[in-house]
């Protein structure tokens, strides 16, 4: 009874009135949750863009680009938390590695709407381009707003497992790049009318393998944060299977 | 002397405890404002073992949040959260940007909110989200599970493009021959009747798609409206059988009908359709020569029991449960062959469910299938 007693934040800071602004716990815990409203409005602007790619709506991509304004601001936002807690609180081990894998995961998922917003600055120039692998891009985006959710449930349950197996999705953003990438070839080496409409196409499916990359590049943050472990090393070890290798190759140049 | 000591040491003790109290209760205070999280004294004080044996009993998923932190999960909420959601940023659980917005902002604490909001749990899963203030400035977040509705209303969408699809398949041949034939030269009288019986048989197709997809409709709007006539199912089926004993091509319709009258309540047209249909079914999916066996039986006393018997290649049980749905096909090559539009079994399903009954399917893999349907006896006047 009387350890539970005391609350939370009194534990690591000392005797409250020390402390007006909260405990360090707190604000770590704040910090997260402004991490996860970030990753939440990405998640919106890669289903957004996508929308609006395959619909062809224009309002709907213009929106995608406006609320992008919003991830940046919350990244700044969490820049200023992260500094303000490094310089006030001094947080040792777990607590660092949770602030500093705040730091990076916020400019990642930052990254991964700026992706999004750049398939949404595209609607407008693949208009009237009948072709056909705009069908296989809503399945890669699929796939890689998965990982993007995965990834992010991974980070608010603070879960190593669920974090590493985000990575070995990633295979799979790859190959549907790689067969985008040759079927967009085709249909520009069959028609030179349609080189302009393709190539954009082609950025969206590379923003799309990026976003994938990205994915996977917060997965090793979380597996570290929550482990303190390089999720590499663990894979080093073990008898890596081809899915696993590809995953830590894109990982390590994204 | 020692009497004045022994005051002062008391009142000093009291004053000594007084502080202490203060200090506890300033101290709780606090932290019930801050609501810190998963402690059992704090929670007990402000009611909170109640309230979360409340929450327990609920199937939904169920947040209090107090000051963007939250304070109860239910196990629902948990499940689909994660257990960690207990006590931390409201964010972590729910981060959808429209859910977020309002959750984050604790001024609006007035008005409850709704919010459609899609991807908790799994990519695409739609909910609806509620808020509700609580006394004391808490809020309660209850989360509405969609996917049912939205299925609802993803078959409808469905419907619609499988029906065009199904009247343009037969619309395409037709066309194909048409543009053939308007070139008289290129074909000589044998062909073109062979072509123009091609294109009778498509045009039929499409006749009875439509024929079909209209008595759908209307039984699919009549579908509340308990049907009031009184029917004997007995003549009806000697009817049927007669009615199709044209098409079934010297095949034997074996008739088992029971001793006691079967009056259902019942619209005659409609059940003529379904018991037309099944037999129909039996006599295309029954061996060749085999008879097809229609039984009326007892299934209790208040129940009538209809059975469509016939003896042919079976259906395999993991298409048994689809056979309902609309353009649900075991075989589409060999349903186009003898002409099926894929609703038969829609139809039935339809009037059984507007007659107060069941349907019952039951089929072994080169043995045959049994369709059942049980009727509600008309009430005795």
């Given at each position: 009874m009387k350890t539970n007693f005391w609350p939370q934040w009194l534990k690591r800071n000392g005797p409250a009135g020390a402390d007006p602004a909260g405990g360090l716990e707190e604000e770590v815990d704040t910090l997260r949750g402004t991490i996860c409203e970030m990753g939440g409005l990405a998640e919106v602007a890669i289903r957004d863009a996508m929308e609006a790619l395959v619909r062809r709506d224009h309002e709907a991509a213009a929106a995608v680009v406006r609320r992008d304004r919003k991830i940046d601001a919350l990244e700044t936002e969490i820049e200023r938390r992260v500094v303000e807690i490094i310089g006030r609180r001094a947080p040792t081990e777990t607590d660092l590695r949770d602030v500093v894998a705040a730091l990076k995961i916020a400019g990642v998922v930052e990254r991964i709407g700026d992706y999004a917003k750049n398939i949404a600055k595209r609607v407008a120039s693949v208009e009237?381009?009948?072709?056909?692998?705009?069908?296989?891009?809503?399945?890669?985006?699929?796939?890689?707003?998965?990982?993007?959710?995965?990834?992010?449930?991974?980070?608010a349950a603070r879960d190593p497992k669920k974090a590493a197996a985000v990575c070995e999705r990633d295979a799979a953003v790859d190959d549907f790049y790689n067969s985008i990438f040759r079927s967009l070839l085709t249909h520009m080496m069959e028609n030179p009318h349609n080189i302009t409409p393709a190539t954009h196409l082609l950025f969206v499916a590379r923003n799309l393998e990026r976003i994938g990359d990205h994915a996977t590049n917060v997965a090793e943050m979380v597996y570290f944060a929550a482990t303190g472990e390089y999720l590499g090393d663990r894979h080093k070890g073990a008898d890596t299977t081809s899915i696993g290798a590809d995953a830590i190759g894109a990982g390590a140049h994204g | 002397m020692a009497d004045g000591n022994a005051a002062m040491l008391l009142i000093a003790g009291l004053a000594a405890a007084a502080v202490v109290a203060l200090a506890a209760a300033l101290l709780l205070a606090r932290r019930l404002r801050r609501s810190a999280p998963g402690a059992a004294p704090s929670m007990a004080a402000a009611g909170g073992d109640a309230e979360r044996d409340l929450l327990a009993a609920f199937e939904d998923p169920l947040l209090v949040v107090r000051e963007r932190r939250v304070l109860i999960a239910n196990q629902a909420a948990r499940d689909l959260l994660g257990a960690h959601i207990e006590g931390s940023d409201v964010r972590l659980a729910i981060r959808h940007p429209a859910a977020a917005e309002h959750l984050a902002r604790d001024e609006d604490g007035g008005a409850?909110?709704?919010?459609?909001?899609?991807?908790?749990?799994?990519?695409?899963?739609?909910?609806?989200?509620?808020?509700?203030?609580?006394?004391?400035?808490?809020?309660?977040?209850?989360?509405?599970?969609?996917?049912?509705?939205?299925?609802?209303?993803?078959?409808?969408?469905?419907?619609?493009?499988?029906?065009?699809?199904?009247?343009?398949?037969?619309?395409?041949?037709?066309?194909?021959?048409?543009?053939?034939?308007?070139?008289?030269?290129?074909?000589?009288?044998?062909?073109?009747?062979?072509?123009?019986?091609?294109?009778?048989?498509?045009?039929?197709?499409?006749?009875?798609?439509?024929?079909?997809?209209?008595?759908?409709?209307?039984?699919?709007?009549?579908?509340?409206?308990?049907?009031?006539?009184?029917?004997?199912?007995?003549?009806?089926?000697?009817?049927?059988?007669?009615?199709?004993?044209?098409?079934?091509?010297?095949?034997?319709?074996?008739?088992?009908?029971?001793?006691?009258?079967?009056?259902?309540a019942g619209d005659r047209g409609q059940l003529a359709q379904m018991l037309t249909n099944l037999v129909v079914n039996a006599l295309k999916y029954g061996r060749p020569g085999s008879q097809v066996r229609v039984r009326l039986a007892d299934a209790g006393p208040d129940l009538v029991s209809l059975s469509v018997i016939d003896r042919g290649e079976g259906i395999a049980a993991d298409h048994i449960p689809r056979l309902t749905e609309r353009f649900y096909r075991v075989d589409p090559g060999r349903s186009r062959q003898v002409g099926g539009t894929g609703l038969g079994l829609a139809i039935v399903k339809h009037i059984v469910l507007r007659h107060r009954g069941r349907l019952e399917i039951r089929s072994k893999v080169g043995e045959g299938t049994r369709v059942e349907i049980i009727l509600p006896r008309a009430a005795q006047a």
């Open positions: 009237d381009s009948r072709i056909r692998p705009l069908s296989l891009l809503p399945e890669m985006a699929r796939i890689a707003a998965e990982m993007v959710h995965d990834v992010l449930d991974a980070f | 409850p909110v709704r919010i459609e909001l899609v991807g908790l749990g799994a990519v695409g899963r739609p909910w609806e989200l509620l808020i509700a203030p609580l006394p004391g400035g808490s809020r309660l977040v209850r989360l509405v599970d969609q996917s049912q509705a939205r299925a609802a209303e993803q078959m409808r969408v469905d419907f619609v493009a499988n029906a065009s699809h199904e009247l343009r398949t037969p619309l395409a041949t037709l066309i194909g021959f048409i543009e053939t034939l308007q070139d008289e030269a290129a074909v000589d009288p044998a062909t073109r009747q062979r072509f123009v019986a091609i294109m009778a048989g498509e045009a039929v197709r499409m006749r009875d798609l439509l024929d079909d997809l209209m008595s759908l409709s209307r039984i699919e709007a009549d579908r509340f409206a308990a049907p009031r006539d009184t029917v004997d199912l007995r003549p009806l089926i000697e009817e049927v059988r007669d009615a199709l004993k044209p098409s079934a091509e010297g095949r034997p319709i074996r008739i088992e009908r029971g001793k006691s009258e079967a009056l259902v």
